[in-house]
């Protein structure tokens, strides 16, 4: 049997079907956490977003425009609310340390480890309106399209912004000894 399809769901909810809105939280819940993550990261606060993201879906679920596919709306309420929660800890100054990990690792691991960390460093000193199109772009693999509807921004925009945040990040690799200059 053929699922249906999110804009199917969307009517069969606004219409009373608590069963529709489910489906589209068990289909659209991983994406979500994993934006909110790439963007905050930090797994509690990006569950606390998931889970804001989905009550502030279902309660605002009739401004919702069918013209438009429904993930990219979905989206737009998780990148808008952890970047809401995000100016709130800069605001509240609550940015803690990351988590250390344990050395028991072998030295292959080891390196590994510090590369991921060194990128991810990179990606989060990043502006926040560059590291956004950098995680929509590359981890959530949308199109400019979809990532212009999403961050209420021209395609043009979209393409500037993250050639710039490329540009940046580049720069921060390079600083970071993870790239060389070329």
């Not at 977003?49 to 990219?72: C, I």
Request: aromatic residues 8%.
């Amino acid at each position: 049997m053929q699922e249906p399809n999110d804009k199917d769901l969307v009517k069969r909810c606004l219409s009373g079907d608590q069963k529709a809105f489910e489906i589209l939280l068990e289909r659209y819940q991983k994406p979500v956490f994993n934006i909110a993550l790439r963007i905050l990261s930090n797994t509690d606060d990006a569950a606390d977003v998931t889970q804001a993201t989905f009550v502030k879906a279902y309660e605002k679920l009739n401004s919702y425009d069918n013209r438009y596919k429904f993930f990219s709306w979905l989206y737009r309420i998780a990148v808008n609310t952890s970047l809401n929660l995000l100016e709130q800890k800069k605001r509240s100054d609550l940015l803690g340390d990351k988590d250390v990990s344990d050395g028991n690792r072998l030295e292959e691991e080891l390196h590994a480890a510090d590369r991921i960390e060194k990128l991810e460093d990179a990606i989060l000193n990043l502006p926040v309106e560059y590291r956004v199109v950098i995680v929509l772009r590359h981890f959530q693999d949308l199109s400019y399209e979809e990532m212009g509807m999403i961050l209420d921004l021209p395609e043009k925009t979209v393409k500037s912004r993250l050639f710039t945040a490329r540009q940046m990040l580049r720069d921060l690799l390079i600083n970071s000894g993870l790239l060389e200059k070329v």
